[in-house]
């Protein structure tokens, strides 16, 4: 599952390649930001922007893929029993048969970013954007939900004391026991989308949003242990060694991965290129692995020296997953997911196994992933466009309803305009495309006294073809809106 483990430790039993060769990659039609969950069997599972979660296996070849209604953010989880578990963009927690059938399906009021946590006893935990965290049983069934009052982006873990710790973006960290009942709760500064760590002490430590950029270190009786403020936004989840050593990521203008001791002092800090909001994975040499928005992925030794890094063609916001291969598996926005082994010491032949690659839809021409929907007034927004083929003239366009109602556009090196020419960071004017632009930055820039409320976030085309007036707009596919909330 996400993390590896019920306590989201993220420290695996086996190592990751030395030196990094590509084993093979699978393309989607769209970014993977989900992290894969490997079965013993070798075979691998891991969703994607295109709605998709797919099973691949070991050499990169498609055993099915089953279509949800919308994005698959949410990491997948696999059950003993060979069932996965996965929540989608599109309200829903699925549960599919090891042959790829759904079981069966539970509608939330909104969306399920966070990935389910599986208990010993079949039971799984997960939030949702309808401010709940779910309780359901193998068999589909609401043992309990509890509401925080506002989204559940964070991913649940488990303790061994039976207790399930979650973060809220209410700025609250939950702890509640298995009937459902709140044992205690610890209040951060602000929101709090990373998922919770849980040592082997008991002790529980995640990150923390917005203005707090704490990571935080609790005893399990809900008290606060130690505290240490990162220079940015810390989204990414610790991982822990048994040592007591603690690592996470850390964005939003810092770039730092750090490693804090036991008692919250910093061991170390290595500074990538942009953002690392992707959560680490601990081999069991000492060494571990984490993506980053520059498009690589690193490999950290224990004392924080740089062992290698590779570059995707894309921002990795995906955690990668350590097989008892011996290779890691991590997805990247530029569509792919990257199977990495080490260097093999002979040359052999290599027969290139092909890929089955999704036909791209135009449905919508323009598919936007917000790092982020919840803001403050003082925060920065940045986005992030798939652009599929555009076979007609069109007018590819950016566009926000603001909370007042009223309809902007972004123009890239002005701001927010009021004005009907849409527009994409392209030159104006109609334009034909033949080939997809996968990961354009559409926008990034910081709000200035924005007044709080919701936003929706549109992307689209207008076609040029059918288009009379500014009047009578005729869209080529669908519009794709992103509900944006600033608090």
């Not at 940045?382 to 007018?395: I, S």
């Not at 890239?412 to 109609?430: D, M, N, R």
């Amino acid at each position: 599952m996400f993390r590896q483990n019920p306590q989201h430790t993220g420290l695996s039993t086996y190592a990751g390649p030395s030196r990094p060769a590509l084993a093979w990659s699978y393309r989607a039609a769209s970014s993977v930001l989900s992290s894969p969950a490997l079965g013993s069997d070798g075979r691998l599972y891991v969703g994607s922007n295109d709605n998709n979660l797919y099973c691949l296996n070991s050499t990169g070849g498609l055993v099915w893929s089953y279509g949800a209604a919308s994005y698959v953010y949410s990491s997948p989880a696999l059950g003993s029993d060979g069932r996965l578990y996965v929540g989608s963009n599109d309200h829903n927690i699925y549960c599919l048969n090891s042959a790829g059938g759904l079981a069966w399906s539970y509608g939330t009021g909104a969306s399920v970013w966070s990935s389910p946590a599986l208990g010993g006893d079949g039971r799984l935990y997960v939030g949702s954007y309808d401010n709940n965290i779910y309780c359901l049983n193998s068999a589909c069934g609401l043992v309990w939900s509890y509401s925080t009052g506002v989204p559940v982006p964070s991913s649940p873990a488990l303790g061994a004391n039976g207790m399930i710790y979650v973060g809220s973006g209410d700025g609250d960290i939950y702890c509640l026991n298995s009937t459902c009942g709140l044992a205690w709760s610890y209040r951060a500064a602000t929101n709090v989308p990373s998922s919770p760590a849980i040592g082997s002490d008991g002790r529980i430590y995640l990150g923390s949003g917005l203005s707090d950029n704490n990571i935080y270190c609790l005893n399990s009786a809900g008290g606060l242990a130690w505290s240490y403020r990162a220079a940015g936004e810390v989204p990414s989840s610790p991982a822990l060694r048994n040592d007591g050593r603690l690592y996470v990521g850390s964005g939003f203008g810092d770039h730092n991965i750090y490693c804090l001791n036991s008692a919250g002092v910093l061991a170390w800090s290595y500074r990538a290129a942009r953002d690392v909001t992707s959560s680490p994975a601990l081999g069991s040499d000492g060494r571990f692995y984490i993506g980053s928005y520059d498009n690589n992925i690193y490999c950290l030794n224990s004392a924080g020296g740089l062992a290698w890094s590779y570059l995707t063609t894309g921002w990795v916001e995906s955690s990668p997953a350590l097989g008892a291969d011996g290779k890691m598996y991590v997805g990247s926005n530029d569509c792919c997911l990257y199977a990495i082994q080490s260097v093999p010491t002979a040359t052999p032949t290599i027969t290139p196994t092909p890929t089955i690659t999704p036909t791209p839809t135009a449905t919508p021409p323009i598919d936007l992933t917000v790092q982020k929907v919840e803001f403050s007034t003082t925060d920065r927004i940045e986005v992030f466009a798939d652009v599929w083929p555009l076979p007609v003239p069109c007018y590819p366009f950016v566009r926000v309803v603001m909370a007042d109602g009223t309809v902007q556009y972004y123009v890239a090196g002005v701001g927010f305009i009021i004005s009907p020419t849409p527009y994409l960071g392209f030159e104006a004017g109609a334009i034909t495309l033949a080939d997809p632009i996968l990961g354009y930055p559409v926008l990034s820039t910081a709000f200035s006294g924005i007044q709080t409320g919701t936003y929706y976030l549109e992307g689209g085309a207008v076609d040029m073809t059918q288009t009379t007036s500014a009047d009578n707009l005729v869209y080529f596919g669908t519009v794709d809106r992103e509900s944006l909330t600033v608090r």
